[in-house]
């Protein structure tokens, strides 16, 4: 097999390098020191590239994290850092623009800044003051000169330019499947279903798509996997298709396309990820690496837990449906502290939801000591409908980081089902939350926080929910457990 990279413009021949190698790893040994390490764990943006990607609408640049991308995911891609952006004809219009507005100080974090602000040239929906924002959140500026780099982003943000950038957009190169192997370490990208089950069966697998986790268990806890599998380029993984009565989604969906999505399908959805992580990182993040990755504070399995959503796993031999939520003795998707109902031989293939109720109001909370690019203490998610005599007919409220597992408040629901919603009823059923949920102590929270966020969280939302009016979190700035009337 051919494995190069397409590193501005120009084909690289990829040499005798471990499977778990960085892409900035590779890219400073072989000279492009443009792109900097700060941090190796995608959280400031000093590594940040382009990528030429599939985008739902066709192809488009993707800014990401080079510090925990493996050099075998770019085989046969094509790749942009800060030195091939200018021209015989000058600047890049991002490089310009940072000039023009002296958005560089000590110049350290300007490569990444660059890298972000390439991606906004050429997207089409940087339509509002938050996704502006959102554009450049993964990014720290240590001599903090922010003002004149946002001013630069508002510069340059959808100017799309014609050039060679924009061309490379008509066509993105067909990306080819990967069997690399170096000592006893190999990476594999099948490209067919048939494909991902021969190579399974070579195990121990540690599967791979954005790699924003696993990348982290390389670079900070250097660890070394006999087989990684990449599972992105199976067919339907990236696909978010309609079915009967709602959505599939493809657990091998980026986060950035999830959360675009969102926009018109799914209000709740899009509110928790407003506040996931950088763009970087939704850029190369995968729903079902979220999913999958079984955290306790991970922020879309309460949401999953309350949309009533179901897990699609393919095996060899079969497909199968699995609840996400608990249900008599099945205790869901995920059956214990960083373990999913995943067997050997299985992979997550897909999500499904459906549509909601008209009368259903579903929100989401996200609590955590940062706006951006930080881990929730507690997260949540509610779905509620009442009858027309203002009785609860339906409820679904999930937590994260009050149990070792993504949890339904399922005593709770009970207490307030059939009931009426009022203060007292809604005050009466909070005590209930002690009975489902035991928190425990930590650096992001004590027990007592946690339990009182959620109490708070809970009344939050019926006191939402009683307004009759649709809330939504204003344009900027803003966490997400404050809100604005449309």
């Known amino acids: 097999m051919d494995h190069s990279i397409i590193l501005n413009g120009k084909q690289v021949k990829v040499g005798d390098i471990s499977p778990t190698m960085t892409v900035l790893e590779w890219l400073r040994q072989t000279g492009f020191t443009g792109t900097k390490e700060g941090c190796a764990e995608g959280d400031c943006g000093a590594c940040t590239i382009g990528l030429l990607d599939q985008g739902p609408d066709g192809p488009t640049w993707r800014a990401i994290c080079s510090c925990i991308m493996l050099v075998p995911q770019a085989f046969g891609r094509q790749i942009v850092t800060v030195e ?9 219009p991002a490089q310009q623009a940072m000039v023009d507005k002296l958005g560089s100080q000590c110049g350290y974090c300007t490569p990444g800044f660059v890298m972000s602000l390439f991606e ?26 922010y003002r004149p780099i946002r001013e630069a982003l508002y510069e340059i943000a959808g100017r799309q330019p014609t050039d060679r950038f924009s061309e490379a957009l008509d066509a993105l190169p067909e990306i080819p499947a990967v069997d690399y192997q170096r000592g006893d370490q190999r990476f594999v990208r099948p490209e067919k279903w048939g494909d991902l089950w021969t190579a399974m069966s070579d195990g121990p697998v540690r599967f791979v798509s954005g790699a924003t986790d696993l990348g982290l268990d390389i670079t900070q806890r250097f660890m070394a996997f006999p087989l990684l599998i990449d599972l992105g380029l199976l067919p339907g993984m990236r696909e978010i298709s309609p079915i009967a009565d709602g959505w599939h989604i493809g657990a091998g969906v980026l986060l950035s396309d999830l959360e675009a999505w969102s926009e018109t399908h799914s209000a709740s959805l899009g509110k928790m990820l407003r506040f996931f992580a950088s763009r970087q990182i939704k850029n190369r993040a995968t729903v079902g690496g979220n999913l999958c990755n079984a955290s306790p504070i991970g922020d879309l399995p309460p949401v999953m837990l309350a949309l009533n959503a179901v897990a699609v796993i393919r095996s060899s031999g079969a497909e199968r449906r699995q609840p996400f939520a608990p249900s008599g003795s099945d205790p869901g998707f995920w059956t214990a502290y960083r373990t999913t109902a995943l067997q050997d031989g299985e992979v997550l293939a897909g999500i499904e939801i459906s549509e909601l109720h008209p009368s259903t109001y579903a929100s989401t909370y996200k609590v955590s000591k940062r706006r951006e690019l930080d881990i929730s203490a507690v997260s949540s998610a509610f779905a509620l409908r009442l009858d027309e005599s203002g009785v609860v007919a339906d409820l679904r409220i999930a937590f994260g980081g009050m149990a070792a597992t993504p949890a339904r408040a399922l005593k709770t629901e009970a207490k307030l089902l059939g009931q009426p919603l009022s203060q007292s009823t809604i005050e009466e059923a909070i005590k209930t939350l002690k009975d489902d949920f035991s928190p425990i102590d930590d650096h992001r929270g004590t027990a007592w926080y946690r339990a009182t966020v959620a109490a708070n969280l809970l009344r939050g939302f019926f006191e939402e929910a009683q307004g009759g009016v649709r809330v939504t979190l204003p344009d900027r700035p803003t966490g997400t457990i404050f809100a604005e009337k449309n």
């Open 84 to 92: 091939g952006l200018a021209s015989d004809s000058g600047l890049h």
């Open 120 to 145: 906004a040239t050429y997207r089409s929906d940087l339509d509002s003051h938050w996704k502006m924002d959102d554009q450049i959140c993964g990014n720290l500026c240590r001599c903090t000169g």
